[in-house]
């Protein structure tokens, strides 16, 4: 329902800090609604119906501030601490699977560094659009442009990094389930950024080696 | 000035604060009809990707050759829509237009401190929109980079057009229009209040007025030097915003040393107080409208007066909740989390003063009184969505998709056009002297509220379910197929939507010439304005004015009526 399904360790975190945040905001949400038709309703101009001469209340008014105040105050703690979690280059798992994306005008190029771990060497493995991850291991992944900013954005990982250049960017992401998911940029890069389509295909560990080989295979 | 000013004095280039808050007005609709037209091409788009609409074949032969759109010209469409729509749509009609005509008359002032000045802002805004767009009839087209702008997209020859640079131009003469206007509103209400109008007396609308005059002041000059060297990098092969190493079609271009996202950190350090230019008028409005129709004075005035104020300082302080995915150091992003959500304090504070406001008074459902409620229930969804986009992690989803789209909507036309039509149909009799049709009126705002309601909730649900923003064929996307009638019918209400607008036109035009004759205070209303002739003389105040009490002094007990104006002495606590 509503969100699209969720395919990396992190998208249930973000998931739940969004239930939480619909969950208060709807609240507020009918409150004040139910509050506006009820006055509306109940406060008509009738005959007979006169308005009070009030001009406010100390006590309702620091009620009505530093009540969501506190809720902000919690909201913003729970999202600190996902964020942490996904974004802090200091709590990122270790991992020694790495990946680089190279955004352009209008394809994501993907290279792996092949079995010696490095990249710039002649056992890279390159695709264009075609990003495999596994399935239950973290990956690093590199993300640089070529030319404008573009927008890594893969709705299904609750993952989104703008690609700019001259700024080479790292996140990371440990795939849940295995699917083929799309990569949508989501910075407008030009008039083919509507196109600007990758895939990324999650696989057990396996099946990720063996894409890897007959990849490298068919270069 | 002499007593009988030829036609063009008066109408055209005169220094009077009325003629030019109306100048602002009609020019600011005009543009708005223009942004609105660009927009409902793009909902054709969005409905019916791919399918010809035959006669714009003759109007855009380059940008929808046979009547099939092409993707440049999406991209030119949503970047001038945005861009007409924010500059020289929503901001002269709630800065322009009712700073200039409201700020005088409510203050108690025969003109503003600098009219000539106060005419040249107008006449430097009228120059600027039509340089900015000339770009749709020059070679390449008009802007096609959204109307942030980011380099280097919006930065290259390779990637855009002259249409861009004369976009950069045109915005640097509107920022000086709006600097002007801002020196002349702070000097106004510092100088020119009439005796006894102390700042605790002050209507909130020209509370909000001021505090959004001292953001335009001190942002807009941030706006305009980093449109400057935009403009530089753009002409003169200049690196502000260009790093080393870009390679556009195939060749590596010889910028070297830029930031490309130093431009953002520049832009909305101007855009995101520019929201609140774009909000606290309306805020102000409303809150003049409300307890005048509920007949009861506003609840908490100074809660209200003080969140405004608060609003427009914290907002100096987030503008970087625009880039939380953009790249910078994730601990920033952390720090402009935190100044956003506390901005979502006053803005609460505000919302529950109406409802206050509201709470037993004898509400009396005019024209202005629906807009006014409209605004409140609207811009609560605007306020309430943007706490998903606050927090950081709930931002990796939604930024850059339809989410933002439907959240913006709903805050700058849910938002500040809805308290543009209260403003408007509140003041009109004083503008003109003649009422709007209260019939027309109420089912252009029925017909603007459901239609609005069913192009924009939408968003929402596109946004979460993964839809980027700024996409000329979505149906691109295989997991975005199924967002196809969804996007049919939104369409479909956008272009019901856009034909209400011409109901209010319609009754606008026809109200100012066959209106039923409004007298000095139809409304029953309590501000120095309605002292005064409807539409009030030049130099508008016969004599000299003294406040002796609050803006809305409603229903006091023992008055002989249910209003006391504020030239005159109240019987209540409302000092």
Same mark, same amino acid.
């Given at each position: ?219 | ?68 759109? !092409? ?281 529950? /003063? ?22 409140? /229930? ?26 933002? !789209? ?47 309601? !069913? ?76 002292? !005064? ?43």
């Amino acid at each position: 329902m509503l969100l699209p399904e969720s395919a990396s360790t992190y998208a249930p975190r973000v998931d739940q800090l969004f239930w939480i945040i619909l969950g208060i905001t709807g609240f507020f949400f009918f409150l004040v609604q139910a509050c506006l038709l009820l006055f509306i309703l109940k406060y008509r101009d009738r005959p007979g119906q006169k308005a009070s001469y009030v001009h406010g209340s100390t006590l309702v008014e620091i009620v009505w501030t530093v009540i969501p105040a506190l809720i902000l105050v919690g909201l913003t703690i729970a999202s600190q601490k996902v964020w942490a979690e996904i974004r802090y280059p200091s709590l990122a798992p270790a991992t020694s699977l790495q990946v680089e994306i190279l955004a352009e005008q209008f394809a994501w190029n993907v290279r792996y560094p092949g079995p010696d771990g490095q990249f710039e060497t002649p056992d890279d493995i390159s695709t264009i659009n075609q990003l495999h991850l596994p399935v239950g291991t973290p990956v690093k992944i590199h993300l640089r442009s070529k030319d404008v900013i573009h927008s890594f954005f893969v709705p299904e990982f609750r993952m989104k990094q703008d690609a700019v250049p001259g700024l080479p960017q790292q996140i990371w992401v440990e795939a849940s389930k295995a699917g083929q998911f799309e990569i949508r940029c989501a910075e407008l890069c030009g008039l083919g950024h509507y196109r600007m389509k990758g895939f990324v295909t999650t696989e057990p560990l396996a099946e990720f080696q063996a894409w890897l080989t007959e990849t490298k295979a068919n270069e | 000035m002499s007593d009988h000013p030829g036609f063009i004095k008066k109408y055209i280039f005169s220094t009077d604060h009325k003629v030019i808050g109306i100048q602002f007005l009609i020019s600011s609709l005009v543009f708005m009809v223009a942004g609105g037209l660009l927009a409902m091409l793009m909902r054709w788009q969005l409905g019916w990707p791919g399918q010809p609409l035959a006669f714009m074949e003759k109007i855009a032969p380059e940008g929808m050759p046979g009547g099939v759109m !092409v993707p440049e010209y999406y991209n030119m469409l949503f970047t001038m829509h945005g861009s007409i729509m924010i500059f020289f749509g929503i901001i002269p009609l709630l800065v322009g237009a009712f700073g200039n005509y409201l700020i005088p008359l409510k203050i108690g002032a025969p003109d503003m401190a600098f009219p000539k000045l106060n005419a040249l802002s107008f006449w430097m805004f009228i120059p600027a929109a039509l340089i900015v767009l000339s770009g749709f009839f020059l070679e390449g087209g008009a802007a096609a980079s959204g109307w942030t702008a980011y380099p280097p997209l919006s930065a290259l020859k390779e990637t855009m057009g002259i249409g861009q640079t004369m976009w950069v131009a045109g915005v640097i003469v509107l920022g000086f229009s709006s600097i002007f206007g801002a020196v002349n509103y702070i000097a106004t209400i510092l100088n020119l209040r009439a005796p006894g109008m102390t700042f605790h007396r002050l209507p909130i609308s020209i509370w909000m007025l001021f505090t959004t005059a001292i953001l335009t002041l001190l942002a807009t000059p941030v706006l305009a030097a980093s449109m400057v060297l935009l403009l530089l990098d753009r002409t003169l092969g200049t690196s502000f915003f260009l790093p080393a190493g870009m390679i556009v079609n195939g060749e590596m271009l010889a910028h070297a040393g830029g930031q490309a996202i130093l431009w953002q950190h520049l832009f909305w350090f101007y855009s995101h107080p520019a929201v609140y230019i774009m909000i606290l008028p309306s805020m102000g409005f409303v809150s003049d409208v409300l307890p005048t129709f509920a007949r009861k004075p506003i609840f908490g005035y100074k809660a209200i007066a003080y969140a405004g104020v608060a609003i427009g300082g914290v907002g100096f302080m987030v503008w970087a909740h625009h880039m939380f995915q953009a790249g910078m150091n994730p601990a920033l992003g952390t720090t402009f989390m935190i100044s956003t959500m506390v901005v979502a304090v006053p803005t609460g504070v505000k919302i529950f /003063s109406w409802l206050g406001t509201l709470w037993r008074g004898s509400i009396r459902l005019r024209t202005p009184m629906l807009h006014a409620l409209g605004f409140i /229930s609207m811009f609560l969804i605007g306020g309430l969505t943007g706490i998903f986009v606050a927090s950081t992690p709930v931002d990796m989803l939604l930024h850059d998709t339809y989410f933002v !789209v439907g959240h913006i909507h709903y805050v700058l036309f849910g938002g500040s056009l809805f308290g543009a039509f209260a403003g408007i149909t509140f003041w009109f009799p004083k503008m003109f002297g003649r009422m709007m049709g209260e019939r027309l009126g109420k089912i252009h705002f029925w017909l603007t509220f459901v239609l609005f309601n !069913v192009v924009m909730f939408p968003m929402f649900v596109l946004g979460i379910g993964g839809m980027p923003r700024r996409i000329y064929d979505f149906t691109q996307y295989a997991g975005l197929v199924h967002f196809l009638q969804i996007n049919r019918v939104m369409s479909l209400a956008a272009f019901g939507l856009m034909a209400s607008q011409f109901l209010f036109a319609f009754n606008f035009f026809w109200s100012m010439f066959l209106g039923k004759k409004a007298g000095d205070n139809p409304w029953e209303a309590t501000t120095l304005e309605w002292t !005064v002739p409807s539409p009030p003389p030049h130099g508008n105040f016969a004599g000299p004015v003294t406040v002796h009490c609050g803006p809305y002094e409603y229903s006091v007990p023992g008055a002989k009526k249910d209003w006391t104006m504020q030239t005159e002495k109240s019987l209540g606590k409302g000092h």
